[in-house]
């Protein structure tokens, strides 16, 4: 089995400690893990900014990254949804303006081996103990793209609950949207803020010390907004609770 790793962008520019524990966590698994060079952003922003002509280029690029790995996993369901949500409506839209069919090969070629993290340890691996450790309360939160988009379900509630010493707390309305959504927190901040403060207001409702999530992008939104509160709660993705053990415990 081939497996490689996208960091994606999010991770490699501010959180990497999320990327070294996937890869922790699937080698301890018995996962020989690759990291291409190549990647870079899968397009997302360019995408859902209306950018699509400039999304094309990074379609290919990801699809000549991965080229070769039986599995591309990522520790973001925004990144998956992205790839099997719009990578196959580029290429739909490219052949239907004439301009071939490259962009429909390279997003067929990428959707079917493109997984979340989560779902490529439940699904995949048949996995629910990782053989973590990490004794605090937690609470989590999911996305909106892997809770609506990739169907998740409760493939990261299976692996939390497997984590020896980890209490799981139920999130009040866990499944609304923590407002942050990429480009929306920017273009709408107010209604962005408002609705984080929401999420934020029903996390510390819960005496959690961690609030988790699969998505570093919706966890930086929750993370800031914890830090003005002076909040002791802190965020933490998924991977890294994983990654945990008793010989090497998250610090």
Do not use: W
């Amino acid at each position: 089995m081939r497996v490689a790793l996208f960091a994606t962008s999010v991770n490699d520019a501010v959180h990497p400690s999320t990327a070294i524990a996937t890869v922790k966590v699937l080698e301890r698994l018995g996962i020989d893990v690759d990291f291409p060079a190549a990647q870079t952003c899968c397009g997302q922003p360019q995408y859902n900014t209306g950018y699509r002509r400039e999304t094309e280029p990074l379609v290919h690029r990801m699809a000549q990254a991965f080229e070769g790995y039986d599995y591309v996993v990522t520790p973001s369901g925004s990144c998956v949804a992205m790839v099997r949500d719009n990578y196959p409506r580029i290429g739909r839209k490219a052949r239907a303006e004439g301009r071939g069919d490259t962009l429909a090969e390279a997003s067929g070629s990428l959707v079917p081996r493109t997984y979340e993290l989560t779902e490529f340890l439940v699904d995949v691996l048949g996995v629910t103990d990782v053989g973590a450790y990490f004794p605090h309360a937690v609470t989590y939160h999911p996305s909106c793209h892997g809770l609506r988009m990739l169907g998740l379900g409760d493939r990261p509630r299976q692996l939390l609950e497997a984590v020896k010493g980890l209490e799981l707390v139920e999130l009040p309305g866990a499944e609304e949207c923590c407002g942050f959504g990429g480009t929306f927190a920017v273009k709408n901040p107010d209604v962005s803020a408002a609705m984080g403060a929401d999420k934020i207001h029903n996390s510390l409702s819960t005496g959690a010390e961690i609030l988790c999530g699969a998505d570093n992008s919706c966890l930086m939104h929750l993370g800031g907004m914890l830090r003005r509160q002076d909040a002791s709660q802190r965020v933490l993705h998924i991977a890294e609770i994983l990654a945990s053990t008793e010989e090497e415990p998250f610090v």
